[in-house]
């Protein structure tokens, strides 16, 4: 059984590969392992799908020893410390012992010569790796998010820190309340996140671009951004609106405080769809949670929530005319394009919100108003030509039941004569 | 030398009348008389198809005016036929409705005969061209529906030339030269264009011309029923003079006629859609013009093999010989009131129920 389990586990070796790094007889170690079976075995069954096996590495590569010894059943010929064996490492060491080679640039470039050997030291500015380093093995180390044996690449699908599955591993060590509580930290992101614009569209949509934990935190070097930085991380996917942002500070000459951060307005891990609601003075307004009735800020929330509903409500109600009128069979399409820079202008309103500038902010409803304007007097030319037909089909049918009635009446005087 | 107001016309038409012989052409519509029994109302389909297709010809070209045959500005043309040249919309409407309302008279026009009996001898040739007229309108109809270049059209161009090219022996061939190529693309709409605009015609002006000249050559059959009964009753058949009387009859219906399309055109312009994309996926419910949704669905509806033989295929072979054994109706049923006439007759109905019953499940299906 763990012979034909051997042997089909060599069958299943990669065809094309780079260089093996080590000889290439058959492994003792797989050999062994799969014949004690239960506890021992599992790594090797690991092996099958691991993205290091699938390179030609084995057990030796990362364990040493000598895998071309053992195969009578010698174990301290396999496990032999001159030939380099190492145990398992401790929790601990873990990082040091993946870094051996990922750190590696000489030995990594073999496989990829783009691959990254910086892990470890970006690791060690991480929590998770000033933790580690400071003795406490609790928390992450590699193996909690790639696993053991049976890592898979990142861009593999069935990976444990693919995109897709990124968060739920995260989430092992921190949606637990029992490990969180030691290091006084709330457990609620995963379950926020879950709620999130960003993971409507990674799990709704499968845009793998939507942002998971580490497009925020990082990855190797995670930590939680700082309040200065938040604008600069939502930035590197919201540039626009952050450098609105950045530029309104460097404008007014002020460092914008707390108050205005990007999660104070949207939220952090359970950030929503923007809706234009949020601007204004409504009742889901977040302009009113700081700036008060009487405020000057307040007072300009208040119109630019006006000229943003005012400019959405006349865009829909211009669609909705053209709509009407190409359902009444005129040609519109031409109108229907022009009249889709408005919603352009929407947008761009709703980015400029970023700029707090009133000014710049009406100027571009005042575009798409114009825009809106344009459309609803194509719509009312349609509904013009559209009466305008039914009157000339009137007119030519009165003529034709007219040349009828008279073609009707010259038959029956024809006949009766 | 006469000093009356129509004078010159007089001396015009006896200028043209020395050169051409109108006098003998205006005699013979003058004695022209057509049958006037309880199927007289049958015998106006002709006229009106006729009226329809210059319908047709006036709008098509006017229409060429604007419509440009190529992929990348067809689309293009008749949005601009439709939206910004003067009564674009109403000229394509026109030509669109009536292009449907024809067929659906051509369609009327021989089921008529057939039921009549009108093609017996000595009317088998005007059956023949008559029948040729009829896949003339239908190819038309096919190469006219592809040319404005939208999703739809290019779809069920796509299917449309599919069946085509199952046919056995030929349909690799016919394939190609309807497509110009292996795929459905801008050298189809090139070659469409081409064959609605120059070939069809061509074909039509010749064909129609000698169905007419038998038309006139044998007068207007009277159905077997009606001569049955002028015979037992030993009275002449009532006639109608061709010229006024009938053409004026005619012309109420044309006038009537005229006064549906404008009303079609003006409350239901004929639909553009959305630009044709090759690389886009085939939307849903593609779907022919209604005249080959019959073949359609039946081809649709059949299962992948029966007895081995591709159901397609099989299909298409079977659509083939019913169209011979309709065509050949007039050599076959050659004796009215005889058994075989009536089974004929059958045969009529079951046709009509068959294409009526397919042609609405097609819109139920779809």
Redesign the interface.
Known sequence: MGAALLVLLLAAAPTQEPPRPSPTPPSSCLQCHLELGGQAAEPVAGMRDDVHAGKGLSCHDCHGGNAAAGHDGDIDAAHDAAKGWREAPTRLQVPQFCARCHADAEYMKRFNPHTRIDQLGEYRTSVHGRKNAAGDARTAVCIDCHGVHGIRAVADARSSVHPTHLADTCARCHADAGLMDQYGMPTAQYADYKTSVHAQALYGKGDLAAPTCNDCHGSHGAVPPGVGSVANVCGSCHGREASLFRETEQKKGLELDLCIQCMVCHDNHAVKAPTPDMLGVGPRSTCISCHGEGEPEYAAASRMGAGLERLRAGLADARGRLERAEQA??????DQFALQKAQDHVVEARVLVHSFDEERFQAAVAEGAAVVETGHTAGRRAFRELRE??I??GI??IV??A??AG??L??RQ??AD | MSTAPDAPLRRLWGWLDERAGLSALVEMARHKRVPLHRHTLWYYLGGMALFLFSIQVGTGILLLLYYRGSAGEAFESVQFIMAKAPFGWLVRSLHSWSANVLVFVVFAHMFSTFFLKAYRRPRELTWFTGMALLGLMLAFGFSGYLLPWNTLAFFATQVGTEVAGSVPVVGRFALRLLRGGDQVTGGTLTRFYGIHVAVLPALTTVVLGVHLVLVQRHGMSVPPGVEDEGRRTGRAPRTLPFLPNFLLRDAIGWCAALGVLAALAALFPWELGTKADPFAPAPAGIRPEWYFGFMFQTLKMLPGHVLGIEGELLGIVAFTLGALVWLVAPLVDRRPGHRASRAFTVLGWAVLAYIAAFTALMYVKS
């Open positions: 069979g005129v040609e519109v399409s031409e037909r039914r000339g089909l030519s049918l034709i039941v040349v009828i073609l009707v010259k038959v024809i006949e």
